[in-house]
């Protein structure tokens, strides 16, 4: 909720302007009927300041309205939705400032027309209630945004991330290691690192770390892997060299207290994988790859292996080097999970560059689409020892749709969770620049398979991995038909 003398400024502000535009005043206008300058008649307006008695009584004279309508924190009915807002939460939900718009912006904006504004707010609401729209959600929707008008590159965390390894002796051109930064987190930031703990509990199983801030100690899982520990010391490292202090304590969360705290875990998280994997090195490799008459699949492996990094960490790491060094912008991350002998497969994570690729999340429980190699290399896990990550490769083409993608994808066991399964796919815009930029692709190169979104909503024909009807585009399907013949009828009336 609003403070209290803040939200009266704004609710006074707020009157004056109604009265002042329904009587056709203009502030300079105002301004010469009461004396009071017009700068300070907009300060008022604008809810940053508030007049003292005897200037209200020369506004409430000169505009012909009672002194007690005008201090009054009763609205009318055109400006009371607008009370409802400033007094409720969620100006102070909407991450504002991460897209430059100032709250007394947006509050000018609805007193302009009340009404209206207040419908579509309510309809945001309603749409996000009938969507199962949960907070968190709505922040890791914003946070998405924010990554995507960026093309999901930020330089000043590059350029930290540069600095912290020159200011510690870290060779960025070598693999780092967890020892390396869990000895600057000890001698530097005073930290204790415990991997007994978290064991002694049964139910954090799904957590790979907690930190208590406190005492500044690290318990840690004991059964990560190699590439998890460095992760997350790295993460740690970020939030003490950037001096973030508003932070989350566990990894996962578990709990936030607002959006900050979710984008300062993304700003730790980027800047470990700037750590990890550095760009000048990530850089060369790529271009080196890239260069290949032929596709080896080996060669990628080795690249992803001279890196102390997880597979997701990696593709996560090419959708913020690929737009900037290679220009290579129409790429979607995606992420899958599904529980063994289980129906649905879970689109847990998704990131768009440039414009919102198929496929991205639905939200009508519909069945993704089987012939997609995110899920595919799944299947495939599943149907190996899962001793090693599976992975495929594949041109998508969409049905019904111009746009075509080279989508590589890798699955894994989730270490945490019993019979979970994942995968993590990076999709390219088929387009003469990404045929340009990677030599190997070339015709026929790549297995082509045409594919839909939902099985719900595809139109492909004899479809041997459908486990759904397309009863949703034949509803459609059958809404056009009925629009025709009526159109028909009108016409042979006509």
């Given amino acids: 909720m609003m403070i209290e003398d803040e939200y009266i400024r704004l609710i006074f502000g707020l009157k004056l302007k109604q009265i002042r535009t329904e009587k056709n005043l203009s502030l300079f206008g105002l301004a010469k009927l009461s004396g009071l300058s017009k700068s300070y008649l907009n300060e008022i307006e604008k809810g ?76 945001i609401i309603k749409i996000a209630q009938n969507y199962n729209l949960t907070r968190e959600s709505f922040f890791l929707a914003s946070l998405r945004s924010y990554q995507e008008a960026h093309n999901n590159y930020f330089e000043d965390i590059e350029n930290d991330a540069e600095k912290f390894a020159k200011l510690y002796h870290i060779n960025l051109s070598k693999r780092i290691n967890s020892k390396d930064l869990e000895e600057i987190l000890i001698e530097e930031f005073g930290y204790k690192i415990d991997d007994k703990e978290l064991s002694k509990h049964d139910n954090l199983g799904v957590l790979r770390n907690i930190y208590i801030p406190k005492k500044k100690i690290l318990l840690i899982d004991k059964n990560i892997s190699e590439a998890q520990k ?20 566990t990894f996962p969360w578990i709990k936030f207290e607002n959006f900050d705290q979710v984008l300062n875990n993304f700003i730790a998280s980027y800047f470990a994988g700037a750590l990890i994997i550095p760009r000048k090195n990530l850089t060369e490799k790529l271009t080196n ?110 049905e019904n749709q111009k746009n075509e993608y080279l989508v590589l994808s890798s699955a894994t066991p989730d270490p945490f969770k019993k019979a979970i399964n994942r995968s993590v ?32 909503t595809c139109a492909v024909k004899n479809c041997t991995e459908r486990i759904a009807e397309p009863t949703r585009l034949e509803k459609e399907n059958q809404h056009k038909e009925i629009a025709k013949t009526v159109d028909n009828i009108i016409n042979s009336y006509s």
């Avoid at 607008?82 to 709250?103: H, M, R, V």
């Avoid at 390219?428 to 939902?454: A, D, Y």
């Fill in 425 to 456: 796919s990076i999709g390219m815009l088929l387009s003469p620049h990404l045929k340009k930029k990677l030599t190997f692709l070339k015709e026929n190169t790549f297995h082509k398979n045409i594919v839909g979104v939902t099985c719900e």
């Fill in 48 to 123: 940053k300041k508030y007049p003292k008695t005897d200037k209200i009584l020369l506004l409430s004279e000169n505009l012909e309205v009672p002194y007690d309508h005008f201090v009054s924190l009763k609205l009318d009915k055109n400006l009371a939705p607008i009370g409802e807002i400033l007094q409720s939460k969620i100006l102070k939900e909407i991450p504002l400032e991460l897209f430059g718009i100032k709250e007394n912006n947006l509050i000018d904006i609805i007193a302009n027309a009340p009404a209206k504004v207040n419908a579509f707010i309510s309809t």
């Fill in 289 to 398: 790859f890239f260069e290949l008459e032929n596709w080896r699949p080996l060669k990628l492996h080795q690249i992803i292996k001279s890196f102390n990094c997880s597979q997701e960490t990696f593709y996560q790491r090419l959708t913020n080097i690929l737009p900037k060094f290679f220009k290579i912008k129409n790429l979607f991350f995606l992420r899958f999970t599904h529980k063994e002998n289980s129906p649905e497969f879970k689109l847990s994570k998704e990131l768009h560059i440039t414009q919102q690729q198929a496929p991205h999340a639905n939200r009508k429980n519909e069945h993704y689409c089987r012939r997609w190699i995110s899920i595919k290399t799944i299947q495939d896990l599943e149907n190996s020892s899962k001793e090693r990550a599976t992975f495929g490769i594949q041109i998508s083409s969409y």
């Fill in 230 to 249: 460095t992760f997350i010391y790295a993460k740690e490292l970020a939030y003490n060299h950037l001096k973030i202090k508003d932070r989350l304590y």
